[in-house]
C-alpha cells in the first residue's frame, strides 16, 4: 500500500515537472525570473540539440532586416557570400549569458571568414545594450521587436528554445542549428563544416 502511494506520488512529481520543462522550452513561454548572478536558476532551456542539413536538403535563403540595438542597418543580405552565425538571445537568460563568451571566442576566431548576428526580440536596446558592452560582444544584434528574426526562422527550422543558434551557409540557407546553449566545439565544428563546402 505504502509503496503504491509512493509509485503515484512520484508519477505526479514526474508529470508535472514535465509539463514545466515544455513550457520552459515553447517559444510562447514567458521567461522565468533569474537571479544574474546564477546561470542555472529558474530557467529550463533546450536540450542542446544539434541538426546539420546537407546543402541539397536546404530552404531558400533567410531574408532577415532591420535596425541594430544601436538603430544602425543590419540585413543578411549585405553579407551574402559569407557564412553567417545567427545567435538567439535575451539578457535575462541564463545560458544565453553562459554561451556567450564562447560566442565572443569563435567570432574573433572567424574574423574575416564568419559573420554573427545576434536577435533578441524581448529586450528593449538600453537592456540589450548592457549585455552586449557586459560580454563584449564583438558583433551587432537586431532588435527584433515585431519577432521578426524569429518568424523567419521557424519557416525554415523550430525554434524552440532560447538560446538558439543557427549557422546559415554562403547562400544564406540553413545549414545547421543547435537547440539551447551552444557549446563552442560543437559550434565551431558546425561552422567549419560549412566553410569547408565552400
Given at each position: 500500500?505504502?509503496?503504491?502511494?509512493?509509485?503515484?506520488?512520484l508519477?505526479?512529481?514526474?508529470t508535472?515537472?514535465?509539463?514545466?520543462?515544455?513550457?520552459?522550452?515553447?517559444?510562447?513561454?514567458?521567461p522565468a525570473?533569474?537571479?544574474?548572478n546564477?546561470?542555472?536558476?529558474?530557467?529550463?532551456s533546450?536540450?542542446?540539440?544539434?541538426q546539420?542539413?546537407?546543402?541539397?536538403?536546404r530552404e531558400e535563403?533567410?531574408e532577415?532586416?532591420?535596425?541594430s540595438?544601436?538603430?544602425d542597418?543590419l540585413?543578411l543580405?549585405?553579407?551574402?557570400g559569407?557564412?553567417?552565425?545567427?545567435n538567439?538571445?535575451?539578457a535575462?537568460?541564463?545560458?544565453?549569458?553562459?554561451?556567450a563568451p564562447?560566442?565572443?571566442?569563435l567570432?574573433?576566431e572567424?574574423?574575416g571568414?564568419v559573420?554573427?548576428m545576434?536577435v533578441?526580440h524581448i529586450?528593449?536596446?538600453?537592456t540589450?545594450?548592457?549585455f552586449?558592452?557586459?560580454?563584449?560582444?564583438?558583433y551587432?544584434s537586431l532588435?527584433?521587436?515585431?519577432a521578426?528574426?524569429?518568424?523567419?526562422?521557424?519557416?525554415?527550422?523550430?525554434?524552440?528554445?532560447?538560446?538558439?543558434?543557427?549557422?546559415l551557409?554562403a547562400?544564406?540557407?540553413v545549414?545547421?542549428?543547435?537547440?539551447?546553449?551552444?557549446?563552442k566545439?560543437t559550434?565551431k565544428?558546425?561552422?567549419t563544416?560549412t566553410?569547408a563546402?565552400?
Amino acid at each position: 500500500m505504502m509503496n503504491e502511494r509512493i509509485r503515484r506520488i512520484l508519477t505526479v512529481a514526474a508529470t508535472a515537472f514535465a509539463a514545466l520543462g515544455l513550457a520552459a522550452c515553447t517559444g510562447t513561454a514567458t521567461p522565468a525570473p533569474t537571479s544574474t548572478n546564477d546561470t542555472d536558476s529558474g530557467y529550463v532551456s533546450g536540450d542542446g540539440s544539434v541538426q546539420q542539413w546537407s546543402p541539397e536538403e536546404r530552404e531558400e535563403p533567410v531574408e532577415l532586416a532591420g535596425e541594430s540595438m544601436t538603430g544602425d542597418p543590419l540585413d543578411l543580405e549585405d553579407w551574402r557570400g559569407s557564412v553567417v552565425v545567427v545567435n538567439f538571445w535575451y539578457a535575462e537568460c541564463p545560458p544565453c549569458r553562459k554561451e556567450a563568451p564562447d560566442l565572443v571566442a569563435l567570432a574573433k576566431e572567424f574574423e574575416g571568414e564568419v559573420q554573427f548576428m545576434g536577435v533578441n526580440h524581448i529586450n528593449e536596446p538600453e537592456t540589450a545594450l548592457a549585455f552586449e558592452r557586459r560580454f563584449e560582444l564583438p558583433y551587432p544584434s537586431l532588435h527584433d521587436k515585431d519577432a521578426a528574426g524569429v518568424a523567419s526562422m521557424q519557416n525554415v527550422v523550430p525554434l524552440q528554445a532560447m538560446p538558439s543558434t543557427v549557422v546559415l551557409d554562403a547562400e544564406g540557407r540553413v545549414a545547421a542549428r543547435i537547440l539551447g546553449l551552444a557549446e563552442k566545439a560543437t559550434l565551431k565544428a558546425l561552422i567549419t563544416d560549412t566553410l569547408a563546402e565552400s
